[in-house]
């Protein structure tokens, strides 16, 4: 099953949820761990700069303030509608998750402020443990979010709280992809996913909704043929990896 950020908090703040097989989105681990920069939408507060199996030694300085090195970004651009997005390092944050590597989190953390390192070493930890397996975003998954946010604002005001919308639909996304079970307390998410991708929804108890995506192949496939829209308006994802400095 997978869950959305905000039942990660409710249960890291001791609330008692049946949690069987948890898995994650990349996009909710950056939520809880806080990676985003609320001033900007085009950068990190850190940057988790990880590869599974590889041992890069004890550079000088944190990781999440070194300048140099590889940067995976998937650029979401929503031409003269919405703010750029970018987001990165999808599949570093997975591998660091699902590796269970404590002791390389906190070396990112490092150059951080000590107040804020005390505050997300716990939260790192706490995934370590509670979930099974922190999903990459990838391109596709990516691309299918922006299809499923094009449907959403049709009907929908997201300028109030954009990048917390795009997430939403990336967290979506990734469960249609995977075809997992989300369990959220969105309702407005849990009425579009009813509605608009004729998607099973059951209560899961203490106000929380299951939806079901383990069958719904028809759904995927209208949200598909029905939001081409959105490629007229100039919106795409680009993603690269790059050899250059991060301005933070």
């Known amino acids: 099953m997978m869950v959305d950020t905000q039942i990660l908090s409710y249960v890291y703040k001791g609330r008692e949820i049946a949690l069987s097989s948890a898995r994650i989105s990349s ?9 985003y920069d609320p001033a ?19 550079p000088a300085v944190s990781p999440a303030q070194r300048k140099g090195g590889a940067v995976q970004r998937l650029v979401l651009d929503f031409g003269s509608d919405y703010p750029q997005l970018i987001e990165f390092n999808s599949r570093a944050t997975a591998s660091i998750i699902n590796d269970r590597n404590i002791p390389a989190f906190g070396h990112v953390l490092s150059s951080l402020d000590k107040t804020v390192q005390k505050k997300l070493r716990p939260r790192f930890a706490f995934l370590c443990d509670k979930v099974d397996e922190c999903v990459p975003l990838s391109p ?28 939403d639909m990336m967290i979506l996304a990734t469960a249609i992809s995977g075809r997992e079970h989300l369990l959220t307390e ?27 995506f383990e069958r719904n192949t028809e759904g995927q496939k209208r949200s ?21 400095p991060i301005v933070t």
């Open 186 to 212: 969105d309702n407005l998410l849990m009425r579009f996913a009813a509605t608009r991708l004729q998607a099973p929804i059951r209560e899961f108890g203490q106000n929380l909704i299951e939806i079901d």
């Open 27 to 35: 996009v909710a681990a950056h939520e809880f761990l806080e990676a």
């Open 40 to 58: 900007s939408t085009t950068r990190f507060r850190y940057y988790i700069k990880y590869q599974s199996g590889r041992h890069f030694g004890i």
């Open 140 to 167: 596709q998954t990516a691309e299918l979010a922006i299809q499923l946010l094009w449907e959403f604002v049709q009907n929908n005001n997201v300028k109030g709280n954009f990048r917390n919308s795009v997430n």
């Open 224 to 244: 598909s043929n029905e939001s081409k829209g959105y490629i007229n308006r100039g919106w795409r994802i680009a993603a690269d990896v790059q050899r250059r």
